[in-house]
């Protein structure tokens, strides 16, 4: 490589010339500084001129003589150099250095410290000759010594010190003041810093030689460490990091500050730690901090500056607080942050951002965030109240780091969302909707209010898994809450004395809030006594009752108003209000019921397939499965096993339907009937009707009290011809008949009203019992039946043809039959025959049949909830084999997800446990429990 040669302008330049000498040596100089006269702002011109004067110097000029005479000292030394006339002498030693620093170094820093407007620089061929004495000198004139070099490395500490002394006394005797200090060790620390390049430039070679033999500290090293000591440590101290402090804090104000003079000042906290830390640094060029680097920086500024922000936001929260609302205090703090954030990537070391702005969050937010949330007049509350969604947004993102306040905000959004909700419940109770049965309103009501709060979660609090948590604690409480309840309790709040006492214990026996046990379900109509406190009216209807009854309304198309993309809302509002719900169970069972009458309803022709659906499932069952696979998303397989059963078996009958009437049309209509018709004996028909069966597998579908009335002749030979057709195809299957369950549409005639016209025809849907009934008058209209005969001709038990006649006699919309004795009651020895003048204003209805047997959900989850619990008991027991009755029953409460049974309840089941052998407690303590094999 070519040595090269630079060569350093008067002013803020840059310059580097390479010349072949044969040496091996590759050297160039780049230099800017901003302190000197010429090219500050030159533009191309001025350093087109700077250049030309490098190169060539200028023709005429009043320091032409002096530069042309260094030019000839150096250029006699350097040929003495060249023929070998010197050793390694002192005298020789120290002629060269003395031309060094005489001719080349005294020079540059006369022009850093611009004390002579006539410095002139030197010229390439100058430079080049300082380069050849110095590289000469450092190998040795006679190449028998390491004199030369030493007296170069021993030098350039000794002109370091000089130029740095001489920096501190002109400072001193300037009596500069704080705001000036910066400005002069930015100046220090800038001309240094050029000095030192361009010695480095010269004397450079010594690194890779002398230094590294020896095992001294590079020449970068020792600059950068006497630098440290003589400025940095001495002079800066707290001076320099107070005013960069005013500084920063006079930009926070809104006063103007140099940007680029902060970044500098800063910039040399961690420049003089990795001085410190690093042993053998090349060049300054090549400086980089690293992690371990910083302890200057943060010892002498970053902690000292954090003090003060903390100070400076803390005195201006003070003043937002006693100024601003909530809102307004909001913005300033968001404002603040942000500047915060730029204001440490500008001017900080990266690693001060995340400290500085833990110190705002701590000040404004952590300090002042309650009090903010919690103000009376513009607080979280009311902003919620108010719907303030760009203020409650703007909280969120600024408390969502800050844990103490994130959890206020969520406990004020549970309790805004709770009363909500209550309102909703209370609402329900009292008003005039609930007296007419519509438990349709409040279901829609609380579907809304659910579906804005879900709203709200998204798009205000993205989410967040805590005030998710909050809104659904709230639902949690709202949909196990009961109206009835709630408004006894408030009514009872409002009086005092013996009235209140003795209000409380009627709350206590009915298991309401006042006996202090859990919140007792939402209960329908209410009404008020003389005594002004509201009691529940009829039957109680829980709200998860109420929620799957308004699910059952739309799964069966019976809500107005609800196109198809409304019914799907509806549907997974529903599926969201379900997750809330303690007694899952309940609710899973109140559905199956509900199911279990609305797949039984369906028509095959209801079967038929919809636009786009696949697979020929009609869109009810459809929406059937989509529900199925909602609560299946939140509770498990096992959980919807038995509905997702009565789906299937309801696809299967509808398969097996079609195959038994190809069975039928193979073998033909009996003589003289219709295809529909069964072929038996010679003229042994019966009337021509459509014949479908469903089949329901035992443990899905709801139990059913087996009644088996006397069927005519023509429907016992349909049942027993599916029997034999069914036997063939499925071995080992037994048939039982639930006759309950199905449905029979009748075709009636009943006279004209007048003398002529002809007779009025109507359809009818109804129970089988119903239609047999019916069927007794069918050869004699006219004739008149007592109700004990009936009950004799059907089979059937006194309760049963109660319920039976009642739809056909009581009901005034399908009083097909009149009787005698009360309107509203069936006795044995009342009387029944057809109401001839029966009339309705529909063609096609249906006739209601009371339920045969008492509703079991409450039964059956009960039942269901002692085998969970046993099971729960068992299988822990089974895998932990020694538990203490605490740990069992957390345990127990931990695993059973879709109910919450109370304590004793399993304590209850720990004792039957016991007395069947399953467990036993421990013999040296009765608080233990272990497993029986």
């Given amino acids: 490589p070519s040595p090269g040669a630079g060569t350093l302008g008067p002013g803020l330049g840059a310059c580097a010339l390479h010349v072949g000498l ?14 000197g006269r010429g090219l500050k702002a030159g533009g191309s011109e001025a350093f087109l001129g700077a250049m030309s004067e490098f190169l060539g110097g200028a023709e005429d000029g009043p320091d032409l003589d002096e530069r042309l005479e260094r030019s000839r000292q150096l250029a006699d030394f350097a040929e003495r150099v060249r023929k070998g006339d010197l050793d390694d002498a002192p005298d020789n030693v120290d002629a060269g250095w003395e031309v060094i620093r005489r001719l080349g170094i005294d020079v540059v820093v006369e022009m850093l410290m611009d004390r002579d407007g006539r410095a002139v620089p030197f010229g390439h061929r100058d430079n080049m000759n300082l380069h050849l004495i110095a590289y000469e000198m450092a190998q040795g004139f006679d190449r028998q010594g390491h004199a030369g070099a030493r007296r170069l490395y021993e030098g350039f500490a000794t002109v370091l010190n000089d130029f740095l002394d001489d920096q501190l006394a002109e400072a001193r005797s300037a009596a500069y003041d704080l705001s000036a200090l910066g400005e002069y060790v930015y100046r220090w620390w800038d001309r240094y810093r050029t000095l030192v390049m361009w010695l480095y430039k010269v004397l450079g070679h ?46 926070r104000d809104g006063g103007d500050v140099d940007g680029h003079f902060l970044t500098k000042c800063i910039e040399l906290f961690v420049d003089m730690g990795a001085a410190l830390n690093q042993k053998s640094i090349k060049s300054i060029r090549s400086l980089r901090a690293t992690v371990d680097d910083l302890g200057e920086y943060e010892r002498n500024f970053q902690r000292p500056f954090l003090a003060a922000s903390a100070q400076y936001w803390r005195l201006q929260a003070q003043i937002w607080l006693d100024a601003c609302d909530a809102p307004a205090f909001l913005r300033h703090a968001e404002r603040a942050i942000l500047e915060e954030r730029s204001r440490a990537r500008r001017y900080l070391h990266s690693s001060s951002e995340i400290l500085l702005l833990d110190v ?40 969502r780091e800050v844990e103490p306040c994130l959890a206020l905000l969520a406990r004020h959004v549970q309790e805004w969302v709770t009363e909500a909700g209550m309102s909703v ?12 049965g519509d ?23 993205e989410d967040d898994p805590a005030l998710e948590r909050s809104v659904k604690l709230a639902y949690t409480q709202v949909v196990n809450a009961d109206a009835g309840s709630i408004l006894a309790a408030e009514k009872s709040n409002d009086r005092g004395g013996a009235e209140e006492k003795s209000d409380a214990k009627a709350e206590e026996k009915s298991g309401g809030i006042g006996g202090g046990g859990r919140l007792a379900p939402y209960s329908g109509r209410t009404t008020k006594t003389s005594s002004g406190r509201v009691k529940n009216k009829g039957p109680k209807q829980s709200t998860n009752e109420v929620l799957v009854r308004y699910l059952d309304r739309v799964l069966r198309g019976l809500e107005r108003g609800l196109g198809e993309a409304a019914v799907e809302r509806s549907l997974e509002n529903i599926m969201g209000i379900f997750t809330y719900l303690t007694d899952k169970d309940f609710f899973l069972e109140v559905h199956r019921n509900l199911l279990c009458k609305r797949l039984l309803g369906l028509r095959s022709g209801a079967s038929a397939t919809v636009a786009g659906s696949r697979r020929g499932i009609s869109e009810e069952v459809e929406r059937e499965r989509a529900v199925i696979a909602a609560m299946k998303l939140h509770m498990g397989t096992s959980f919807t096993s038995k509905v997702e059963g009565m789906v299937n078996d309801y696809l299967i009958g509808q398969s097996l339907q079609a195959e038994y009437r190809e069975c039928v049309a193979e073998e033909g209509p009996a003589d003289g009937g219709d295809a529909g018709e069964i072929k038996t004996a010679a003229g042994d028909t019966g009337p021509a009707y459509d014949f479908e069966v469903q089949m329901l597998t035992t443990g899905f579908w709801p139990s059913q009290e087996q009644l088996e009335p006397r069927l005519p002749a023509h429907i016992a030979r349909r049942l027993a011809h599916f029997e034999g057709w069914y036997a063939g195809k499925h071995n080992h299957r037994v048939l039982k008949w639930i006759h309950a369950l199905g449905e029979v549409e009748v075709k009636a005639f009943f006279p004209p009203r007048g003398s002529k016209g002809p007779p009025r025809t109507y359809t009818m849907t109804m129970s089988p019992f119903q239609a047999l009934v019916l069927q007794h008058f069918d050869a004699d209209p006219g004739q008149t039946f007592a109700v004990s005969a009936l009950r004799d001709a059907l089979g059937l038990d006194d309760h049963v043809v109660s319920r039976v006649l009642h739809g056909l006699c009581c009901r005034p919309k399908t009083r097909l039959l009149k009787k005698t004795g009360a309107a509203n009651a069936v006795a044995l020895g009342d009387e029944v025959c057809v109401n001839l003048g029966f009339s309705s204003k529909q063609v096609r209805f249906r006739v209601l049949q009371p339920a045969l047997q008492r509703a079991a959900a409450q039964k059956v989850v009960k039942a269901d909830r002692s085998h ?36 004793r309840a399993i304590k209850l089941r720990i004792e039957s446990l016991i007395e069947r052998d399953y467990l036993e407690r421990d013999p040296d303590d009765s608080k233990k429990y272990r497993y029986v094999p």
């Fill in 206 to 251: 010594l690194d890779s030689g002398y230094v590294e033999k020896e095992r001294l500290e590079s020449l970068t090293t020792v600059a950068l460490r006497k630098f440290h000591r003589k400025i940095y440590s001495a002079e800066m101290g707290e001076k320099v990091t107070r005013m960069l402090i005013d500084q920063l804090n006079l930009e």
């Fill in 868 to 903: 969970a619990i046993d099971a729960t008991l068992v299988r822990t027991m089974k895998a932990r084999k020694l538990l203490a009755h605490n740990e069992l029953v957390q345990e127990c409460l931990r695993q059973l997800t879709h109910f919450s049974p109370e304590a």
């Fill in 360 to 399: 705002v969050r701590r000040e404004l937010l952590f300090r002042c965030g309650e009090a903010v949330l919690n103000d009376a007049g513009s607080g979280s509350r009311v902003l919620l109240a108010r719907g303030d969604l760009t203020s409650l947004r703007r909280a969120y993102h600024l408390f």
């Fill in 425 to 436: 419940l209370r609402r329900s109770g009292a008003e005039s909707a609930a007296e007419k």
């Fill in 439 to 461: 438990d349709g309103g409040f279901v829609r009501e609380l579907l809304e209010l659910h579906a804005s709060h879900m709203e709200l979660l998204h798009s205000t609090f």
């Fill in 22 to 35: 044969g040496l091996g040596l590759g050297l160039g100089l780049g230099l800017g500084w901003g302190y």
